[in-house]
Nanobody, 116 residues
């Protein structure tokens, strides 16, 4: 069974930075298509960042220029570096395949809270 374990969230002031990590294990699952989603209170889960063909990346318009996705195949880990954080970035962040989440079950996510 696949395990998705997200970490690195926390409380940060607006303008601050955080780095999230997602470790994918089990069933020889590759991280090649794994990206990041988030779900804010009362809202639907949304795609934040992911990888396209080859090493190209894509981002939600709301985070372009502020978030950077990266990965370490040796560690089967995907990262999300978030800078210039805004209160509207407050959400639980999850990893899964993008653009369609195919891995089950979802991980527990990691809470990011940005104070104004």
């Amino acid at each position: 069974q696949v395990q998705l374990v997200e970490s690195g969230g926390g409380l940060v002031q607006a303008g601050g930075s955080l780095s999230l990590a997602c470790v994918v294990s089990g069933s020889r699952t590759s991280i090649i298509a794994v990206g990041w989603y988030r779900q804010a209170p009362g809202k639907q889960r949304e795609l934040v960042a992911g990888y396209g063909k080859s090493t190209s990346t894509y981002y939600a318009d709301s985070v372009k220029g502020r978030f950077t996705i990266s990965r370490d195949h040796a560690e089967n880990t995907v990262y999300l570096r978030m800078s210039s954080l805004k209160p509207e970035d407050t959400a639980v962040y999850y990893c899964n395949t993008t653009p369609t989440p195919l891995l089950t079950p979802w991980g527990q996510g990691t809470q990011v809270t940005v104070s104004s």
